[in-house]
């Protein structure tokens, strides 16, 4: 799937390894590097894809939980920052939803302000259709009803100036919704940057036709680079 979407990078969520680790691979038209992280006992791994050659532009990598890593890469003329995460569901505790929140408020903070950010994540949690005073958050172009995991969402994106990018596109309903299992239908799956780094993304949207999992949806987003000097085109 990822060599037919000619994806670049591609985050996950929710899978069942143990510990963490670094692998490559391999197929028949392309090499994509894996970077995970877990542990021994849990069952909510992150990770991301990593094609070649783009994966030799990786700098640094941070493990956090199980629930949320990041890793460095140099992109042409800027570096960026990608976070693979995975919020507790709805019917976790708060106690777990305010300890996911605070790490992941305790990892951005050590972050300069200059750097470049891409949250992608499954984030358990709906945002609603409308911006309803978040305007600055909120684009206006979501899908469905808020819940209270919502308001959360967007409360963390405000108080670090995130911006959730599938929010500003519009698209027809299937190109929102980002899992799908029998009469549900939500978008719990979202891409988010710092509000004033919004403009590097040209396109974000669900490709509903995907098998590559049973009930969540890809989401795709297109970021422009800038070239250095010496490339040609």
């Known amino acids: 799937m990822l ?9 996950f969520q929710e899978r069942r390894w143990k510990s963490n680790g670094v692998c490559q691979i391999n197929s028949d038209n392309e090499k994509y590097k894996l970077f995970w992280n877990g542990q021994k006992t849990a069952k909510n791994v992150v990770g991301i894809f990593v094609k070649k050659p783009l994966a030799q532009e ?7 939980n199980s629930r949320l890593m990041w890793i460095k ?8 920052i990608i976070f693979p995460a995975y919020a507790p569901q709805t019917g976790k505790s708060e106690e777990m939803k305010n300890d996911f929140s605070a790490a992941f408020s305790d990892t951005i903070s050590t972050i300069p302000k200059s750097e470049t950010i891409l949250i ?3 984030l358990n949690g709906h945002v609603g259709e409308k911006t309803d005073c978040f305007d600055n958050v909120h684009g206006g172009f979501g899908y469905g009803e808020r819940n209270e995991d919502g308001n959360r969402i967007l409360e963390f994106a405000e108080s670090h100036g995130f911006c959730l990018l599938n929010t500003y596109f519009r698209k027809r309903l299937e190109h929102l919704i980002t899992y799908k299992s029998g009469p549900s239908a939500t ?9 004033h780094h919004r403009g590097l993304f040209k396109n974000v949207t669900v490709n509903p036709g995907e098998s590559c999992v049973a009930q969540h949806r890809l989401l795709m987003a297109d970021q422009v680079v800038e070239l250095s000097q010496h490339k040609s085109k």
């Open 3 to 11: 060599e037919r979407r000619r994806i670049d990078l591609c985050c």
């Open 58 to 64: 990786v700098l640094d990598i941070k493990r956090i």
């Open 73 to 80: 890469l140099r992109l042409e003329k800027q570096t960026m």
């Open 120 to 122: 992608g994540g499954d």
């Open 187 to 195: 978008q719990i799956d979202f891409f988010a940057v710092k509000q």
